[in-house]
């Protein structure tokens, strides 16, 4: 009995402290991934230049980090024991798995002849992921995501660019037609981001609508 009662003390405790802990970044996760998903759909069907010396490519780019970045203060704020006592945190860590391969990986862009795993042409190492990503934690006595005018004050800042690597050279001049495993991977990573709010977004008053994959691929004419 004593040992039944302490590890429902534990998982009480543990539950109580993750809901303080990461309630509200889980909360942030759902609008960051709706408004990226948003964004990609948005995107294909009126596209608009993405450099980021514009206000849209600041904030296009903005919108790619920001899942990444969240999930990345949620990742920080859990022991391994949380798993057990909640699958929520399991499916945050699940959805950066899988949001890194989106963006790094080759299953997603399958056997593409053009795909260049040397250069960062259309795809992106995982360190300068979490590099740029980490850009947009602040900490002002806590660990915060900068607000989009932060970002764009920093992204504004030449002295700054090397921070972002690649980014800023992968959104310059990007078109479905130049970029095509680049377009790919930032539908994969919508329709992740679009999954998560479908799956996570009902709990806190959230509804998605379906991702239209094969809708979005082709308005590419890469075949």
Not at 109 to 134: E, G, I
Not at 153 to 164: I, K, M, Q, T
Not at 194 to 211: S, T
Request: hydrophobic share 40%; glycine share 6%.
């Amino acid at each position: 009995m004593g040992t039944k009662s302490a590890e429902r003390d534990y998982e009480f405790s543990a539950r109580k402290r993750l809901y303080t802990a990461i309630g509200p970044l889980r909360f942030q996760l759902v609008l960051a991934c709706r408004d990226y998903s948003n964004r990609i759909k948005r995107h294909a069907s009126k596209p608009f230049p993405t450099e980021i010396d514009g206000y849209y490519g600041c904030s296009f780019l903005y919108r790619i980090l920001r899942p990444f970045a969240v999930s990345d203060l949620i990742e920080r704020q859990m022991a391994y024991a949380d798993f057990s006592v909640d699958p929520g945190a399991v499916a945050v860590l699940r959805f950066r798995r899988a949001s890194f391969e989106a963006w790094t990986g080759g299953g997603v862009v399958l056997d593409h002849p053009d795909a260049d795993w040397h250069t960062q042409a259309q795809h992106v190492f995982s360190d300068k992921l979490r590099c740029a990503s980490n850009t947009l934690i602040m900490n002002d006595g806590r660990d915060r995501i900068a607000y989009a005018n932060e970002f764009q004050s920093f992204a504004g800042n030449s002295e700054n660019r090397d921070r972002l690597h690649p980014f800023p050279r992968l959104l310059k001049a990007f078109t479905f037609a130049a970029k095509p495993i680049l377009w790919i991977r930032m539908v994969c990573f919508g329709l992740l981001c679009n999954d998560y709010v479908r799956a996570e977004g009902p709990k806190i008053g959230f509804h998605q609508p379906d991702f239209l994959v094969k809708d979005l691929l082709q308005t590419c004419p890469d075949p």
